[in-house]
């Protein structure tokens, strides 16, 4: 019989536990596992068809849209960091441009807790588009959220894209056979111009067709100076038939400083250089 076997034997069940409790553990949790015990905390309780984004910032969500709202909950370390940093700089900023929206939950933390702000969410994909339309209208939030299903480029047109996932993607397809479809093109400052609506907060996350849909936004941007959330995809970007140093040339000509989701500078110039994606927060600069 082993020493603890013996102990367990000879001891109360309550003694066992107690002594349980006070053993020091071994195990070192990785970053996601600390994100993931502090998610199951924050949610305890809730039903089914709501999500703790943080403290104090309660959903409502679809099913279909769960997983990819935990991604910014704790099932990605970078995409946790996009989302502190987008609810530490809003501040007080109450117009949101949100390119390539997805399920849309960008805007909707922006719009939750905030009867005076707005958001127009924009976003290419039917299959996504849908989940959007019913994430907004099952946290009423249809007065605060306009829904736009276009694709934003730089010019007007039909742009032709792909499905991967739940997202529609332009540019030439990374590999494999996949479905195509035709989607509605505008520009972001035609967009911007007819619903007189002026961001003072922008995210673009439109998986290589960054430059095109900046390119179709400079005005606003010259005009409004609003913070850009911008995710940068290197690869994708060429595909779409652009480069990293049009997309910093395009940057340095509109005068924005760039830092990381963690606020970290980022130099241009190194920019050009990025081999995977980057999530970057765009500062107009003084």
């Known amino acids: 019989m082993t020493p603890k076997e013996f102990a367990r034997k000879i001891l109360p069940p309550a003694v066992v536990t107690a002594l349980k409790r006070l053993r020091p553990t071994q195990e070192v949790w990785t970053p996601q596992q600390q994100l993931r015990a502090s998610h199951e905390s924050r949610n305890e309780g809730l039903p089914g068809n709501e999500i703790a984004i943080r403290d104090g910032i309660v959903l409502k969500v679809t099913p279909d849209s769960r997983e990819a709202f935990e991604h910014f909950c704790f099932r990605s370390p970078e995409m ?81 894209m792909h499905f991967e996932w739940q997202h529609a993607v332009a540019g030439e397809p990374l590999g494999g056979e996949t479905k195509t479809l035709a989607v509605e093109m505008t520009t972001g400052d035609e967009l911007c111009s007819g619903l007189d609506f002026k961001p003072d907060v922008v995210k673009v996350d439109v998986e290589g067709h960054e430059v095109q849909v900046l390119r179709g936004l400079v005005q606003t941007l010259e005009r409004r100076r609003p913070l850009v959330f911008l995710e940068v995809h290197p690869i994708r970007i060429t595909a779409n038939g652009s480069s990293l140093s049009d997309l910093t040339e395009l940057l340095t000509n509109l005068n924005y400083v760039a830092e990381t989701s963690t606020g970290d500078f980022v130099d241009l110039d190194v920019l050009m250089s990025a081999e995977s994606d980057v999530r970057l927060l765009l500062r107009p600069s003084p």
């Open 80 to 160: 946790v960091d996009e989302m502190d940093s987008f609810l530490a700089n809003v501040g007080d900023r109450q117009r949101f441009l949100d390119v390539g929206a997805l399920h849309g939950i960008f805007s909707l933390v922006f719009t939750a807790n905030h009867l005076d702000r707005r958001a127009v969410a924009v976003d290419a994909s039917p299959l996504a588009f849908s989940r959007l339309l019913l994430n907004t209208y099952a946290n009423g939030l249809e007065e605060r959220i306009l829904n736009v299903e276009a694709a934003l480029s730089d010019r007007v047109g039909t742009l032709d």
